[in-house]
């Protein structure tokens, strides 16, 4: 993540400096919003330690938590899962969602014209509200269903761990991406 400004209410200009993890084997792609600042000190997506993402997906896939980040993308490669965030650039406070303001989506051309994507899963509210109004228009004729999930960071703590892990099979269910 590279910090490039920052005003007295604290945001800093944040431009996304790791990429997505895919392959032309791809069929789902999950996106968030932006890393968090424990993302974007370790280079790869949910680092913070409390964020449920890792343990959601491993239960879901029926596989054991992943700790390394070359597990964490073997994880989702083997299990054709793209993962991904919906911003590029932003001016955001920490790691708060709710701060995010001066977008610039990330071109999901870069995946789809790749990859046959069955859908697209958006983790959080906020993903979902920024892909829709930053990039849903540019791949409009492209767009495979979307699926806007449960959060799985720690600001979600109304969400137990049982209740998201139950929300995402489902999710994954229906695109028959699940092992048990």
Request: glycine share 4%; proline share 5%.
């Amino acid at each position: 993540m590279k910090k490039e400004t920052a005003d007295q209410a604290g945001y800093e200009h944040v431009t996304h400096t790791f990429g997505p993890v895919y392959d032309e084997q791809s069929k789902i792609l999950i996106l968030g919003s932006m890393p968090s600042v424990k993302s974007r000190e370790q280079q790869f997506y949910y680092g913070h330690p409390q964020n449920r993402f890792w343990k959601v997906l491993a239960a879901v896939l029926g596989e054991a938590v992943p700790a390394s980040i070359e597990d964490k993308k073997a994880l989702l490669l083997r299990n054709h899962v793209a993962l991904w965030d919906v911003i590029e650039a932003c001016d955001i406070i920490g790691s708060s969602d709710s701060s995010i303001r001066n977008v610039r989506g990330n071109d999901m051309r870069l995946i789809l014209d790749a990859a046959k994507i069955d859908a697209v899963y958006l983790n959080g509210g906020k993903a979902y509200e920024l892909f829709i109004k930053y990039c849903r228009p540019a791949i409009k004729e492209m767009e495979p269903p979307l699926v806007k999930l449960p959060s799985t960071s720690p600001a979600n703590a109304a969400w137990t761990l049982d209740r998201l892990t139950a929300a995402w099979r489902a999710a994954f269910a229906i695109n028959k991406i699940q092992k048990f």
